[in-house]
T-cell receptor, first 114, second 113 residues
Framework: EAGVTQFPSHSVIEKGQTVTLRCDPI?????LYWYRRVMGKEIKFLLH????????ESGMPNNRFLAERTGGTYSTLKVQPAELEDSGVYFC????????????FGEGSRLTVL | GENVEQHPSTLSVQEGDSAVIKCTYS??????FPWYKQELGKRPQLIID?????GEKKDQRIAVTLNKTAKHFSLHITETQPEDSAVYFC????????????FGKGTMLLVSP
């Protein structure tokens, strides 16, 4: 069974440019999460989809970040325009069950904004 | 909201020694506490978790203890091996509904042969 896959693994862009990160969750997992880790800091929650609906987007930093999950399958996270402080590793995770349980993480997309 | 503090940020031990990583949390409603291990360049993976109806859980060389009164929980690794070297993250959440995990800042564990 394929795990959570993320693309790209690494992206280097200049301030002001746009980047779109993609996440393919484990098939059948209704819950999809985006997290971000800035170096040395915690893995910080960004948002949570249940199928195609945004269940919780309280962690989204500002309106430069847009997440979508059309059709309830894969998800994209767009940063437009990117700022220096957006640099970090963006993790996607999925889970099957509601309530507390194991999250299955992707390997992350490392974003470097110059 | 929940706040999770994790210590130490780095931990170096000799192979065969024990390692302990400690976390505290702020939200008394939290009752699910997982630990994730992230090896260099790989994805975080769940290694053990504990729910608030138990005080201790063990799986081979790893164990987790929970003190709900003090709002802290710890990861214990015995007989450490070089392959235990990784970043370990603690986390906390409520055990119901669409609760989300709040993570600590991570502990980089280095086990020297």
């Amino acid at each position: 069974e394929a795990g959570v896959t993320q693309f790209p693994s690494h992206s280097v862009i200049e301030k002001g440019q746009t980047v779109t990160l993609r996440c393919d969750p484990i098939s059948g997992h209704d819950n999809l999460y985006w997290y971000r880790r800035v170096m040395g800091k915690e893995i910080k929650f960004l948002l949570h989809f249940v199928k195609e609906s945004k269940q919780d987007e309280s962690g989204m930093p500002n309106n430069r970040f847009l997440a979508e999950r059309t059709g309830g399958t894969y998800s994209t996270l767009k940063v437009q325009p990117a700022e220096l402080e957006d640099s970090g590793v963006y993790f996607c995770a999925s889970s099957h069950a509601t309530g507390a349980g194991e999250l299955f993480f992707g390997e992350g997309s490392r974003l470097t904004v110059l | 909201g929940e706040n999770v503090e994790q210590h130490p940020s780095t931990l170096s031990v000799q192979e065969g020694d024990s390692a302990v990583i400690k976390c505290t949390y702020s939200d008394s409603a939290s009752n699910y506490f997982p630990w994730y291990k992230q090896e260099l360049g790989k994805r975080p993976q769940l290694i053990i978790d504990i729910r608030s109806n138990v005080g201790e859980k063990k799986d081979q060389r790893i164990a987790v203890t929970l003190n709900k009164t003090a709002k802290h929980f710890s990861l214990h690794i015995t007989e450490t091996q070089p392959e235990d070297s990784a970043v370990y993250f603690c986390a906390a959440s409520e055990n119901s509904g669409y609760s989300t995990l709040t993570f600590g800042k991570g502990t980089m564990l280095l086990v020297s042969p």
